[in-house]
């Protein structure tokens, strides 16, 4: 069992930067697949970054390439989300997951444990 809880969502201005963070307890994060996700009302949710192998080997959704960094902390059991030039489109809830079966990537599927969510708005 994995409890994930999330923190650093807010309110900040198009081009502005946001760090998220996930504290993960009840099993190492080191030999996990751990993603963020995100979802916005009245849309499905979307992956957008996963973290396999200790955070040697990352993924992200073409939305977030090149703006945002997924990296992980596994002394501190930590997953971040540095949002860099964010947009009004990146408002959602976003979500901390955490996969142990062996495959990682940006799909839902992959993921067994969820957090509660934090929310990111973005004005412009």
């Known amino acids: 069992q994995v409890h994930l809880v999330e923190s650093g969502g807010g309110s900040v201005q198009a081009g502005k930067s946001l760090r998220l963070s996930c504290v993960a307890s009840?099993?190492?994060?080191?030999?996990?697949?751990m993603g963020w996700f995100r979802q916005a009302p009245g849309k499905e949710r979307e992956g957008v970054a996963a973290?396999?192998?200790?955070?040697?080997?990352?993924y992200y959704a073409d939305s977030v390439k090149g703006r945002w960094t997924i990296s992980q902390d596994n002394l501190k059991n930590t997953v971040y989300l540095q949002m860099d030039s964010l947009k009004p489109e990146d408002t959602a809830t976003y979500y901390c997951?955490?996969?142990?079966?062996?495959?990682?990537?940006?799909?839902?599927?992959?993921?067994?444990?969820w957090g509660q969510g934090t929310q990111v708005i973005v004005s412009s």
């Open positions: 997951a955490a996969g142990s079966g062996g495959i990682c990537g940006t799909h839902p599927t992959y993921f067994g444990w």
């Open positions: 009840g099993h190492p994060i080191e030999s996990y697949c």
């Open positions: 973290s396999y192998i200790g955070g040697r080997t990352t």
